[in-house]
């Protein structure tokens, strides 16, 4: 049986919360002989109060790990959350990435770009397949497009909720995946001091156009065109989720990484120049990795 732990900063938030049943569900669907079994945080509970992990255990029939080393020893394969806060990430993964075995780690991979080339050199060091992406790449219709057109298209747009810290990985994965990488640079509108307006130039003449308003119910909306017709490709139909466990489960079970590290990297570095940009409207700031 393929045995998957989870490991967080604490346990009781929102990913952590449902991904155990969404994974129990795709197991269920591909017929795999897998469970989530074992679980461990490095803070018993969340600051503002919520589950502890014995009682986050209980509920998900989930063995509690004594510590970070007893979960890596007790499982064949690492589901490393704390989605909502990346800033702890390179501290819940640096044992999994030490591990040898599959790690997956929530979004966003990194807090920034150095980060995310440490853990990426700490899990190469160790021979540890790593894969990190938001459920955004894995939209049905994002997938649908990517079978039906060879080419990258010229154009894609989106639009989307919250911050850059946490949210801007849900707008650039369809983005990066769609066009793949090589932004050369990017431009920031001073539209708002809580909105985020950029422009993506690849300098091919492709470009990309991201749109993000700190309203938290804004609906993620993703345009794609090739320069003469256009689609929108729907983020709403909830079937990201069972796609992204479907994805998670292959890698787990062949450790081949779907998602290119370089990929990962450019959203880290795309986010860091976002900052920059940002104090800096109307300018444009290279994207160097």
């Not at 509108?189 to 804004?218: C, K, M, N």
Request: hydrophobic share 45%; proline share 6%; net charge negative.
């Amino acid at each position: 049986m393929l045995r998957i732990g989870f490991a967080d900063y604490y346990l009781d938030n929102w990913h952590a919360n449902y991904y155990p049943g969404f994974l129990r569900e795709a197991i269920a669907l591909l017929g795999l002989d897998a469970a989530v079994t074992h679980a461990f945080a490095i803070h018993d509970s969340p600051p503002q109060g919520g589950a502890s992990t014995l009682d986050w255990c209980r509920e998900r029939d989930i063995v509690p790990a004594g510590s970070m080393e007893e979960l890596v020893e007790s499982v064949d394969a690492v589901m490393v959350i704390a989605a909502d806060d990346s800033a702890w990430h390179e501290q819940v993964a640096e044992l999994p990435l030490k591990s040898g075995k599959p790690v997956f780690v929530d979004k966003t991979f990194a807090p920034s770009l150095a980060a995310g080339k440490r853990m990426f050199a700490l899990a190469e060091e160790h021979g540890t397949p790593v894969f990190s992406s938001s459920a955004q790449r894995y939209c049905q219709d994002i997938l649908d497009w990517q079978a039906a057109h060879r080419e990258r298209p010229r154009f894609v747009s989106t639009v989307g909720p919250h911050s850059l810290a946490s949210y801007a990985v849900h707008q650039l994965e369809p983005i990066v995946a769609l066009m793949g990488p090589g932004v050369k640079r990017l431009k920031a509108f001073a539209v708002g001091s809580a909105v985020t307006q950029l422009i993506l130039d690849y300098g091919d003449g492709r470009l990309a156009s991201f749109v993000q308003s700190p309203q938290p119910y804004a609906e993620f909306n993703f345009m794609v065109s090739d320069g003469e017709s256009g689609a929108r490709l729907k983020s709403d139909d909830r079937n990201f989720y069972s796609n992204l466990m479907k994805a998670i489960l292959g890698f787990f079970v062949t450790k081949a990484v779907p998602v290119p590290h370089e990929e990962t990297l450019e959203i880290l570095a795309i986010i860091d120049a976002a900052r920059e940009a940002r104090r800096r409207p109307d300018t444009w700031i290279d994207i160097i990795i």
